[in-house]
């Protein structure tokens, strides 16, 4: 279930992508060609982006595709990799939980203060929840992955493979 939905968040991202392209791309042509450019263009592609980068980040977190420099660890033996990977998890997950709980305050407060953007008086905190939500799903992949890692890090074959990492050269 977590992997669908994070699937669908990323497939949102990617709409999401295309139509700031698109509507970037109208928005040039319009301005250039006939001296007419469309009306918040720029706050909405913004506010879209937010959604690409943050609904993303648990799919990507799944697929592998953040970066991650191997330099020292890749020398260390499986099992301290293995239990330095359930630190890191960790680490992770409590500092997701602080940012998800400090752009929820933000959020809310803008709800209840009814902020709004500066160009379109679009009100902000449907796209400031954006933020949160996407880092609690991010989070939710990161449970079950430090699930099956400390299952990896305590199991018989403790140490030999690290999940969502690769073999250790025999």
């Known amino acids: 279930m977590i992997g669908r939905t994070s699937k669908a968040a990323s497939f949102l991202g990617g709409l999401a992508t295309l139509f700031i392209a698109g509507a970037t791309t109208s928005d040039v042509l319009l301005r250039y060609f006939v001296n007419r450019p469309l009306l918040g263009v720029d706050e909405v592609a913004g506010f879209l982006q937010v959604l690409v980068v ?14 991650r420099v191997d330099l020292v660890t890749s020398h260390l033996p499986g099992p301290v990799r293995a239990w ?25 407060t803008a709800y209840r ?34 699930r099956r890692q400390l299952r990896a890090a305590l199991g018989p074959r403790a140490g030999r493979e690290e999940v969502g990492g690769e073999r250790p050269a025999a």
């Open 54 to 67: 943050f609904w993303g980040c648990a799919y990507t977190f799944q697929q592998g595709g953040h970066i």
């Open 84 to 108: 330095l990977r359930v630190v890191t998890l960790l680490l992770g997950l409590a500092f997701l939980g602080v940012v998800c709980w400090v752009t929820t305050q933000s959020a809310l």
């Open 113 to 146: 203060y009814q902020r709004v953007s500066v160009v379109m008086l679009f009100v902000l905190w449907p796209a400031m929840l954006l933020i949160p939500t996407g880092l609690a799903l991010m989070a939710v992949a990161m449970l079950a992955t430090l």
